[in-house]
């Protein structure tokens, strides 16, 4: 068997039966060190695969932070450092210069760290992040109970769309394009979330491969039933434009679009903030399974190995 016929996520299962421990399953690895959870994470960008070179280095650089504290935040935690890996060609110093400049700003506005790396030559760029953060409360994906909400903390399908743009390769785009795009370069993570996460959600995760599957695993971790509300699953003015254009259906971009980078996490109803970015999209049953309006869906959303 090929990891292609065995999948991204039945991989992972694999390696987990030979590591045996009870840390791996989450958006981090809670340890404790001294009294303190420390949360440990770690993410890879692939040129050709999650990237191209004619994108905005900053961007990519910008994006590599992100993604690894959105894992931070989805947990409960807030960043402190990172270690930066590259693997490159000989290629351009300007452009690393560039790249560079796009972490450090990220890791100034999440007040985060590079404290260091690795560098090695290939075919073809590689960037890979090692993060630490810190929590009061770890929050994972196995502790949401009957009878709460689930909640979301922003739009959803923008990235897909602005990928889809990006792959259009079109000499010009309108300004609704053009803000789809951004969010698919240039990524925030929900830092404004983790204190709340940490105090009030029974689980947690970040949404980086689509609503559909990333729900399908919080509801198996958790041993739950996830029942999602289709006219409450948030959808941005800019989604709703592009889907018109091109005569798409904006829910399913909701529902199986990848690098949103949004929070998805179940708490009781009452703990509702209306002062952040949040909204109940579904509520927890007792069951198995993902449900659209009470019609089971099947998982749908980014697998690295899928064959295309």
């Given amino acids: 068997m090929r990891v292609s016929q065995l999948g991204e996520f039945g991989l992972i299962e694999r390696l987990k039966e ?71 060609p000989d290629m351009e110093v300007s452009y690393l210069e560039e790249l560079y400049h796009g972490i450090k700003r990220a890791c100034d506005f999440y007040r985060c760290e590079v404290v260091g790396g690795n560098i090695s030559r290939g075919d073809e760029l590689c960037i890979d992040v090692f ?3 810190k929590t009061e409360r770890f929050v994972g994906r196995r502790g949401a109970r009957e009878g709460e909400g689930l909640f979301v903390s922003g739009t959803l399908g923008d990235s897909k769309a602005g990928l889809e743009l990006l792959l259009m390769e079109r000499k010009s785009y309108e300004p609704f394009e053009l803000t789809l795009i951004e969010r698919h370069l240039r990524p925030t993570a929900r830092i404004d979330l983790c204190k709340h996460v940490s105090r009030y959600a029974s689980a947690s995760m970040d949404l980086s491969d689509g609503l559909s599957s990333d729900a399908y695993k919080l509801a198996q971790a958790s041993g739950v039933r996830l029942n999602l509300f289709p006219d409450r699953i948030p959808l941005s003015q800019e989604l709703l434009a592009f889907c018109k254009k091109h005569r798409k259906e904006p829910l399913q971009y909701a529902l199986s679009g990848g690098e949103d980078y949004q929070l998805l996490f179940t708490q009781p109803v009452e703990r509702l903030n209306p002062f952040l970015s949040m909204v109940q999209i579904g509520v927890v049953e007792k069951g198995q399974g993902v449900y659209l309006a009470g019609v089971p869906i099947e998982p749908e959303g980014f697998d690295h190995f899928r064959v295309v």
């Avoid at 504290?69 to 270690?83: C, R, T």
Wanted: charged content about 10%.
């Fill in 18 to 88: 030979i590591l045996q421990s009870g840390l791996i399953g989450d958006d981090t690895a809670p340890v404790q060190v001294g009294g303190q959870t420390l949360l440990l994470t770690c993410d890879v960008l692939v040129q050709d695969r999650h990237f191209k070179l004619a994108y905005p280095p900053s961007a990519i650089g910008w994006k590599a932070i992100s993604v690894n504290v959105s894992d931070i935040v989805a947990n409960g935690g807030e960043p402190l450092y990172a270690l930066v890996s590259l693997v490159l």
């Fill in 131 to 133: 993060m630490l953060g």
